[in-house]
Every structure is written in C-alpha cells, then in structure tokens.
C-alpha cells in the first residue's frame, strides 16, 4: 500500500476479539499455499499400502499433538489444553479412522483424495447448521484435516518458535493449532481478517491474556514486515507508525489498564468473569429464611450453602415434626425463586449446639466429636425426618444434598443408601415423584482430602468447608482465642490440599465450591482461582466483593500466582505474597474492609 | 441389556467440543454401543464430531439408547453428567 511508504501514523478499524493493548512490530505469516490434492486411482494391492500410510499420519498427529499438549501444560492455559484434547479425541474417532479407511477400500483412490472428500462431506453439514456457535466448531476439523494431510505429504510449517519477540501477527486466519503453539511470551497481539469472537482462536486468546483485533484487511500488511503498531483490543483499532506523543499515550493506557477494567466493570448484575473471560460461579451462603430477600439484590447464581440447622436454633430441639419442617424447606424454594439451592443436612453435634438433643453425653472433645454426618447416621430418625421434608418440598425444584463433616467413604456411602431409601418410601407412598438428588460431599477433615478420588467418583459435587479444615489440619480450636492468629488459612498444608482436591474432582468432572472464610476474602480469590476453582459461596453481602476480585484477575496471572505459592513453605511468606499481588492488581484504596487477618465472615448464633 | 432414556442439555453452550469430549471420554471406558437421538437423528456417541453435528444447543432433549452389559451404569453416568452441564455449570 502506498500510505504504508512514508512513516506516517495511519489507523485502522478493526473488531475487538480479544481485550488489552499491546505494541510491537508486525509479523505476516504468509497463508499456507493452498496445496491442490493430489487425486488417482490406486490398484487393490495397494490398497492396504494406503490405509497404512493413512494410519501413520493419524498416529504422528496425535504425537505432535501429545507434545502440544506438554508444552501447554507448562503454560497452564487449561482452554487451549482443552481443544488439543478434542482434536485427540477427533483423530480416534470412528468418521475419521474407520469410516476413512472404509471409503479407502471401497472407492479405492489415494487416501488425500478420499480423506479431503470425506471432510467435505462434514464441511457441508456444518455450513447448515443455524447455530453459529456451533459452526464454529468445523474450525476445529479442518485444522485437523490440515495436520493429518500435512503428515501424508511434504509441507512448509509455520515455526512460531522463530518468530521474534513482542510481534504482532498478522494473519488471514488463526486456525486453534497455531494459536495453541503460539507463546504469550513471544506475540503481543493477533491481528487477523476473518474469525470473530466464539472462534477458538478468540478463545485462546483471551486465556492467554493476548489482545485480538479482527476484521482488518491483512494484505496491506504483506509487504511491510517490522512496522511499529499498537493494537487497541479494547476499541478494535489498529495504529501503524504511531508518532510519540500516539505511543506515550498508549503506554500509559496500557499501564492503566486493569485500573479501567474494573472501573468498567461494576455491575453485579453482569455476568462473573476474570478479565481475560474465564467465567466463575458466585454463589450464596444462607441460614435464614429473611436473609433471602435481600439475597437476590446481590444476584447469586444459586444458594451454595443453606445452613438447615439454623431454621430451627430458636427451638432449641431437632425433633421437629416433618410437617413444620416441610412448611420451612418449602418457604426456603419458594424465596429461592428458580435459583438452585444447596441443602447442607443437619451440621450439629457436641461442639455446635449441645442442648440441641437431649441425650446428649459430655464429650471430652466435642470438635473430636458426634459431629455432622455422624451425629445424623446415628439418629437416623432424625435424619429420615429431615430428608422427607426437603424431598416433599423440593418437588421439582433444583435442590441438591450437602453432607457435612464427612471423614471417611463409608459415612458418603451409607448417606447416600439413607437418602434413596427415604425417596423410595416416599415414592411408595405416592408422596413425591422419583428424580435425581445431587450429593455433595463436605471437604473439611483431611481424611477426605487424601481419599478425594474415591469420594469425587461417589459424591456428584464437593463443597469444602475451610474453616473446619484449617483447624483440623492444624490441629488448632478456632474457638481458643490465644489460638486465633495461627488459625490461617495461608498455611501451605492448606492450599496444597485446596489443590489436591480441584485436581481430583477435575478428573471425575465434578464441580468444587469453596464455601468457607476464604471465599469471601478477596485477597485469596486470585490464588483459589489459579488453583483452579471457579465457584465460591460466600455470604450475600460479601458477592459484589468476591465478583470485583474476580473480574480483576487476569486467570494466566492466578495462574502464576498459584504455581508460585504451591512452592513456598511458610505461612507468612505467602500471606504476604498474596497482599502484594492483591495490592497490585488494585489501584490503592479501591476495596476497602478488608485486610489480611481480618475474619470476614463471623457465623451467627452456632459458632463457638 | 438395553435401555433408553431421554436428557435435557443444561449447560448453557449446548453440547460444543468440551462436553461432547466429556462424552466421549467417558464411553471409552464402555464396550456397551451408545446412541443420541436429536431431531430423528440418531448418531454413534463415541464420535466425537457426530456429537458436534448433531449441533444441540442447550434445552435440546436427547434420546439415549444404550446396548451393553453395562448399559445401566453408563446410562446413570451419562445422565447425571448431562444434568451437571458437564461440570460446566453449576446452575
């Protein structure tokens, strides 16, 4: 382009993809020429010859692909590890190996032919699909389809380890391969022409923290390699040879940045995401009915944790009829509106509440004692009693079980048997109609953390209760207040078992709440989010906090954060690495009412 | 044994790569033969891009037929990760 010649500022439009700001020198990776394929008929001796050569290009791929995926791992972008492992599995499915190899004997023509033909047959279905969403998908295959014919043949590969430092990459398009094998590190900015905001490519960029502008014609860039240019993801503008006063700016733009993107970002009633677009759940913690008016100005997206042994303090008993019970369970659904509720059975025993049941044997250690689902499994009346009224008044509501204090497989068992008794008597009596409760295992004595595969596969979500399971980790009495600086959840011990215990669920596909103390301070959430949890409960008042401290983590950072911290061994070493990485993602003074030590969340009534 | 079941997707980007993977990683495991059914439709589940054609956005209902000796488990599994929106939600 002519305008290009001179060095004069000039700017481009663009639509934003991917948010920040980045300033660097262009890079224009040239379009892999689009190589015709070759086509010819093969004899049938052949035939096997060709299914083998096809077979080996599937196994190199998922070789390539299982290097990628090492590779991403040490980077920890989960969303990019996520694709490769679709495109893995692709590469196993029976459309591409048994269906190929079928067509391969059947029509008998060299394997890029009939393997390109039978990808057009997929292109075509996708290409009908009215959900744009998933027509993005067909991205995903045929950037497979590259990688497999790339194998069969001889191609020039783009090698992104060669491009320079802080470039900014101009391309036609960023098929999720690239993307994936790009290095943060190494590219400041995506500049592309086609691929809007679903596309993976957008995806991963955003994971990574990398700004992306697409919709700009490209080609003017062919020519010119090495060109200053800023890239604006906030607004979709592209600047090539900005002049100094266009740079200074921009660099204290780019400086000011997470200062802006909470000021942008306020609103509770907007969905939680980190900045760089990782969607987190907030949720409530609730022990009284009055509280749950006031809940929904709060905008929680369900109750994590209804504390059912506070609807009945007042009574000074737990032997409450079923029917006074129902009446409650009922109110509670009813004031949820279409909220999903978490129903934490009965969490009573020595230490809580003592005068709570009447034949109640002094315990020399009450923490140590008949607490939670023991307490339950041993009355098992009044467990029964409660399980009838929350299952007569859930109905079809989306209401799920939470136990709490479990310690070993057989309590999470043995529950779990109790729970589907009750429902089929229930059901027997023509009381309820039979559906599916979710079980939610509480996370707050060590046992359970060490055996978290075992109670991840049985239970359907965990819950971890922090403030139990600091003290008993510890070994510290959270009520002894000589006790209560020790009394931290910054303990190593802790956090390495926060993240056993994301890993372990991760693995069995079942959601972690964090529901204790922590989940309201916002200077842990950074750390709890690179540990990879993405669900806090927390009490109504504290959710615009929790919700802000999300929305200023850039999840890449946490990330880091995490990694960093899960090396360290002394307490006070990390409580004070997270104040400072709290204080930096902040401008000074923002949030104000919280600090370190403080206990943000003192429980009503119960707690000792 | 056979069995059949209808689900609802309740993860609110329908059934995309990330859970059609869930999917199909948990079939691994199973020699019993699985099929979805959408819109009379009816496709092997352990592809992984028949899942993606099949194109179901959330709220779709899918008709499960599973044929096996372990045909109820998987069934229990497959329903209650449909119900979860593939850890992806949990609301």
Known sequence: MKYMDDNKEFRLQGAPVSEGIAIGTSFYITPQTDDTIPEFSIRSHQVEDEIERYRGALAACKVELGYLRQNLEKEGSQEAIDIIDTHILMLEDPLITQHVEDKIRKVRRNTESVFSAVIGEYEKKFAKMKDSFFQQRLIDILDLSKRILSHLGEKNKINFAEIPLSSIVFAKELIPSHTAAIQASRVSAFVTQSGGGNSHAALIARAKGIPYVSSIDVDLFQSVQGRCIIVDGQTGEIIVNPDKATLDKYKEIKTRLKTSYQLLQQDSHHITETVDGYLVHILANVGNLNDLDEMHNYRPEGIGLFRSEYLFLEKHTLFISEEEQYLAYSELIEKSKDLFVVIRVFDIGGDKNPNLFFEHEKEANPVLGCRGIRFLLRHPNIFRTQLRAIMRAAKKSDVRLLLPLISDIHELQEAKRIINEVQDELVEQGLVERRYYPIGCMIEVPSVVFICDAIAKEADFLSIGTNDLVQYTLGIDRSNPSMSDFCYPAHPSVIRMIKMVVMESRKQNKPVTICGEIASNPIFIPLLLGLGVNQFSCSPRYIPFVKRAVRNTVLLEAYELAQRILQMSSPTEISKTLVEAYSDSLPANKIKGFSFSTQTETEPALQP | ?91
């Open chain 2, 1 to 91: 044994m056979k069995v059949s079941r209808k689900v609802k997707v309740t993860n609110h980007l329908g059934l995309h790569a990330r859970p059609a993977t869930a999917i199909v990683k948990m079939l691994q495991e199973t020699k019993s033969s699985v099929s979805f059914t959408y819109h009379s439709e009816t496709i092997n589940a352990k592809s992984i891009m028949s899942i993606l054609m099949l194109a179901a956005a959330k709220n779709s209902v899918i008709k499960i037929d599973i044929e096996g000796d372990d045909a109820e488990s998987v069934m229990n599994k497959l329903a209650l990760a449909f119900e979860q929106g593939f850890g992806e939600i949990h609301g």
